[in-house]
């Protein structure tokens, strides 16, 4: 039986409850280039194969394997950095105001990286945990729009804030908009009866390129995929660093990486990258000529594992 390496205990239990023969064996598509390496003379072929296998029914990087060179400008790093920086403000606003609706005194939320590998996507949200029923979310997938996304914990039920980016801080257009959609988040617990074409358009909105350039990076963090690239024990944990810095904690034993959206505080974003933190050292991972968004992702996996492996 050949199957993707996250399933084999699934199939062994279901195996044990059909009373299959004695005979089935359990094969991973990661240890297909294993077994048949002493028996081929095309040995990458089985290891496109097995890699294509594994992704194939997870949140993966098959829509990243055709793109185009990876764009990675100086103008693209810094409209990202703002996008982010607006992101955080709205979530701290957003949190304020249903707080204080609620009668609690306002925390501020910032946007983290789920660990949890049940996610069909990399899932940078902030909220709707506890008795919040609402929460944001930052997703490309939508219309192919890059935008703050509010959302019900649970219900399929999205909103596009139709709110982008700006240069010093929200507008108080802005800012009033998402306060009053707070308040009325804590009111009406399963959907809001608006209609979204109703709100214009607020700041500015990531181009194509820059939006492609963001999908790549945030296919970093998406951790159901890469747990088809990592040993079977990695952990996986959501964390900030300094102000609008997003990143995700990779441990395997007694060791540790951290990967980040974005440089070191105090360090210019010259291109968009991401950048590894190990023994309190940080470097680059940086993108190569020509380089598919897929090849870099995997590229910063490969860094990230050559730390975590002894």
């Known amino acids: ?47 496109a194969l097995s890699t294509f296998a594994e992704e194939t029914g997870s949140s993966n990087l098959i829509e990243l394997a055709t793109s185009d060179s990876f764009p990675r400008s100086r103008e693209i790093a810094e409209n990202i950095s703002l996008f982010l920086s607006s ?39 902030s909220g709707a945990t506890g008795n919040e029923n609402w929460g944001l979310d930052i997703d490309l997938g939508y219309d192919g729009k890059s935008g703050i996304w509010l959302f019900h914990q649970k219900s399929d039920h999205y909103f596009d804030l139709r709110i982008g ?61 890469a747990r088809n690239y990592f040993p079977t024990s990695t952990v996986f944990a959501g964390i900030n660093d300094e102000t609008y810095r997003h990143g995700m904690r990779f441990s395997l034993g007694d060791r540790t990486v951290e990967a980040f959206l974005g440089p070191p505080v105090g360090k210019a974003w010259i291109r968009s990258s991401i950048f590894i933190r190990h023994d309190d050292d940080e470097f680059e991972v940086r993108p190569k000529a020509r380089q598919t968004g897929k090849d870099y992702v995997l590229s910063v996996w490969q860094a990230i594992a050559d730390h975590l492996l002894p």
């Open 165 to 225: 980016y700006f240069r010093n801080s929200l507008s108080p257009t802005a800012r009033r908009r998402i306060e009053k959609l707070a308040r009325r988040c804590v009111v009406e617990r399963t959907e809001l009866d608006y209609v979204e074409e109703e709100f214009r358009r607020l700041g500015t909105y990531l181009s194509n390129e820059e939006q492609n350039s963001l999908n790549v990076l945030l296919h970093v963090f998406d951790v159901r995929t």
């Open 1 to 47: 039986m050949l199957i993707p390496e996250r399933r084999t205990e699934e199939a062994a239990r279901h195996i044990g409850d059909e009373r299959s023969p004695d005979s089935t064996r359990i094969v991973s598509w990661r240890e297909l280039p294993t077994l048949v390496a002493n028996h081929t003379d095309k040995p990458h072929l089985w290891h």
């Open 87 to 125: 992101a955080d403000e709205i979530s701290e606003a957003f949190h304020e105001a249903s707080g204080s609706a609620r009668g609690e005194k306002g925390s501020r939320r910032r946007f983290k990286f789920s660990h949890n590998d049940g996610n069909d996507r990399p899932w940078l949200q």
